[in-house]
């Protein structure tokens, strides 16, 4: 009983001086999840498959602090207030319950890219302060167990907390829904070039985007063909076939954008440019690169290619008008704490 008290105090003492701070990488989606069974739990209506992007991180620092009387949360330099705040607080929350704590939290978190314009800024977000936030509490969790609690925070922040390529699977069980890796960073050389037509935060974040989903008809159609897709994604990956990669990860983003944009009431997050970068893409595939597209809840397009054609596919979009920046990055690995 004694001994007991004296490691509770002990680890009290530790978590009072100590912070913690862990990276994550995002994440761009070949087969997208679009949609909840269960919005609060975020058990996805269908299952997903990402790679993950080492170029894109987040880094993220806690101290759980029992002076403070409030969670404090400053996200890229500034004061986080409303949703930003709720969605970090109630994160914070469940994983004090975890811990059996009651501190509050000090959070100061940075991201290396745009947030909120559909490059999932919260997949690596919340991948990052799982991990940091349980560690920084006491718990030291397994990675499947990181990646249920990540997966209530933001939907896809379950598959940052792994590298390389990572299957989601759609569970009606809160446990069983969870990420895994396929094949991890050094499988595969793949490059995402991503061209940044739009920096602002867009109106409409993915959280009201999976609300919205149902409403369309063809998400029942998008839905049930699903493992059809995962299947030939999964079977591309291992075989490293970029011919049937490309065929359906342009399929499944069009699949995606076509039920946002039948959706009541519609969701267009395109912009002209993004479209005439989808149709240069097919040309530019046409003339021998091995490229496709694939674009998220946003205007922004991801360039999927071989490294042998990344450095071209970057020109070709650098000489177009209204690109304003190109972002590429590699296969990334895990979440980890530093
Ligand atoms: O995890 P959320 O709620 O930000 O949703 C992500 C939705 C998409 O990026 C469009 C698709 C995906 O699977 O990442």
């Known amino acids: 009983m004694v001994d007991c008290q004296a490691r509770v105090s002990r680890v009290l003492f530790y978590m009072a001086k100590t912070s913690t701070t862990a990276i994550a990488h995002s994440n761009i989606a070949f087969i997208k999840y679009w949609g909840n069974i269960d919005p609060q739990l975020r058990l996805p209506a269908n299952g997903s498959l990402s790679m993950t992007l080492a170029d894109l991180e987040t880094s993220t620092t806690v101290k759980f602090d029992g002076n403070l009387n409030a969670d404090q949360v400053v996200i890229n330099g500034e004061e986080a207030t409303g949703q930003a705040y709720s969605r970090v607080e109630a994160h914070l929350d469940l994983i004090r319950g975890l811990a059996n704590l009651d501190y509050k939290a000090n959070v100061n978190t940075k991201s290396n890219f745009p947030i909120g314009t559909g490059l999932a800024s919260s997949a690596s977000g919340f991948a990052a302060l799982t991990l940091a936030a349980t560690k920084a509490s006491g718990l030291n969790l397994p990675s499947q167990e990181l990646s249920v609690l990540a997966r209530k925070a933001s939907g896809s922040a379950c598959r940052s907390i792994f590298g390389g390529f990572v299957e989601w699977y759609a569970n009606q069980e809160d446990q069983a829904s969870f990420a895994e890796p396929i094949a991890d960073e050094n499988h595969w ?33 998008r839905v049930s063909d699903s493992s059809r897709r995962l299947e030939q994604c999964r079977r591309a990956i291992l075989e490293r076939d970029f011919f049937s990669l490309y065929q359906i990860i342009e399929e499944d983003s069009n699949l995606l954008h076509s039920v946002m944009l039948t959706s009541r009431p519609p969701i267009i997050y395109w912009e002209p440019v993004t479209i005439s970068i989808m149709q240069n893409v097919v040309h530019w595939r046409e003339e021998g690169l091995e490229v496709c597209y694939t674009i998220d809840a946003g205007p922004n397009v991801h360039c999927i290619c071989s490294s042998a054609s990344a450095s071209e596919v970057e020109a070709r979009l650098g000489n177009m008008t209204g690109v304003r920046r190109i972002l590429t990055s590699r296969v990334g690995g895990p979440a980890k704490i530093i």
Do not use: C, F, M, Y
């Open 189 to 221: 050389d793949l490059v995402d070039v991503i061209a940044i037509v739009r920096e602002k935060e867009k109106e409409i974040g993915s959280t009201n985007g999976h609300g919205a989903a149902e409403s369309s008809p063809l998400q029942n159609a």
